[in-house]
Structures are given as C-alpha cells and as structure tokens.
T-cell receptor, first 112, second 110 residues
Framework: DGGITQSPKYLFRKEGQNVTLSCEQN?????MYWYRQDPGQGLRLIYY???????QKGDIAEGYSVSREKKESFPLTVTSAQKNPTAFYLC???????????FGSGTRLTVV | QQQVKQSPQSLIVQKGGIPIINCAYE??????FPWYQQFPGKGPALLIA?????SEKKEGRFTISFNKSAKQFSLHIMDSQPGDSATYFC?????????FGAGTRLTVKP
C-alpha cells in the first residue's frame, strides 16, 4: 500500500539538542511538506519541496532545516535555535498542482 | 495572518443532526477547496474537495456548499454519527500553496 511514513511517533528532546524527524513516501509524489500543529492554530507550513535538491521556506521556518536528497525522503531537523519546539509535526506529499495532500501520522515532539 | 477563516471552533450535536462548518477566504486566486478530517493522534485525511466551477459537491453523507461571490464554503454532515467526532479543517489552494483554517472540533453525542 502506498503512503507516508513518519518516524518516530513520539520523540523527547533535551533543550539545546538537535533532533531529526523522518518522512518517507512511496506515492511517487513530487511535492513534500512539513507542517507544525499546535492546539487552536491549525496547520502552519515549515518547509516544502517540489523537486529533489530544492526546497522553500514556509511561514515558520526559523529554527528548522530540511533536505531533499531523494524524491521519497524529506527529513526535518529541529535545531536548538527553535525556541518552542514542543508540538505535533506532520509531513505531507502531493502531486504538483492544486490537489489534495496525503499526510503521515505525525511525530509528537516534547522538549524535556 | 490567517488566509482562511473557519468557524465555529467547536461544535456539539446529537446523533442524526447536521453539523455545519463554515469557512471564508479573501484571495480570489484560490481554486481548490478541500476538507480534511483528523482523529486524535493521527494525521489529517482528505475528506472531500471542490473546485470553484461548481456550487455543491456530495460524497456520501458529506456535502460541500460553495459560494464564489461571497468567498465562502461550508461542510455539511448528514445523519451525523458518533464516529464522525473529529477535528475538521477547511483549506484553500492556489499555485500549489495550500492554506488551512484553524480547525473545528466536532463532537457527536450518542
């Protein structure tokens, strides 16, 4: 079955550490996205990529970094510069154009 | 700034009722309007979507009504069931840039 796999499901980070969230898709989608979800604020775009080796900042990119070395993979690194990283992180993919997104099951990151 | 405004924030209905969730937008370049359903701890799933050349779309118990002149669209859930209890997000997209509403938490009481 095609889909998006995010791992891990839960992640705990100490302050000052970088952590990397994994996102893999086998849908052959060109576009991939990272969103942050906080209660009452909907989905906010962190980064997106429409082609390998290219990506663009979204609305809240500060403190995050990404890479797109393969079409199937779009990992997100939450750096120590992100001041309030505790949140639910969602990865999505789509074909290029105005079509629906397929989301992964999310990673819940908690800073301890 | 929120480009898609969604209301209400939460909604409680009895089983069999018809919850209605509303969204409004300003950017007339938006040309794809999906709705997503999200259960706790899961990612959103595409429920139904409409393009501005039609005013209504039905899929099972879910209906989108679209008013292009008013720049508003809404989701109606017919014969709602407790299993429909979830958070619903509207969205609007232009040039592969999708903007989401803040979400509506729906509770359907048995």
């Amino acid at each position: 079955d095609g889909g998006i796999t995010q791992s891990p499901k839960y992640l705990f980070r100490k302050e000052g550490q970088n952590v990397t969230l994994s996102c893999e898709q086998n849908l052959n989608h060109d576009a991939m996205y990272w969103y942050r979800q906080d209660p009452g604020q909907g989905l906010r775009l962190i980064y997106y990529s429409q082609i390998v080796n290219d990506f663009q900042k979204g609305d809240i990119a500060e403190g995050y970094s990404v890479s797109r070395e393969k079409k199937e993979s779009f990992p997100l690194t939450v750096t120590s510069a992100q001041k309030n990283p505790t949140a639910f992180y969602l990865c999505a993919s789509s074909i290029i154009g105005n079509y629906g997104y397929t989301f992964g099951s999310g990673t819940r990151l908690t800073v301890v | 700034q929120q480009q898609v405004k969604q209301s209400p924030q939460s909604l409680i209905v009895q089983k069999g009722g018809i919850p209605i969730i509303n969204c409004a937008y300003e950017n007339t370049a938006f040309d794809y309007f999906p709705w997503y359903q999200q259960f706790p701890g899961k990612g959103p799933a595409l429920l139904i979507a409409i393009r501005p050349d039609v005013s209504e779309k039905k899929e099972g118990r879910f209906t989108i009504s679209f008013n292009k002149s008013a720049k508003q669209f809404s989701l109606h859930i017919m014969d709602s069931q407790p299993g429909d209890s979830a958070t619903y997000f509207c969205a609007a997209s232009a040039n592969n840039d999708m903007r989401f509403g803040a979400g509506t938490r729906l509770t359907v009481k048995p």
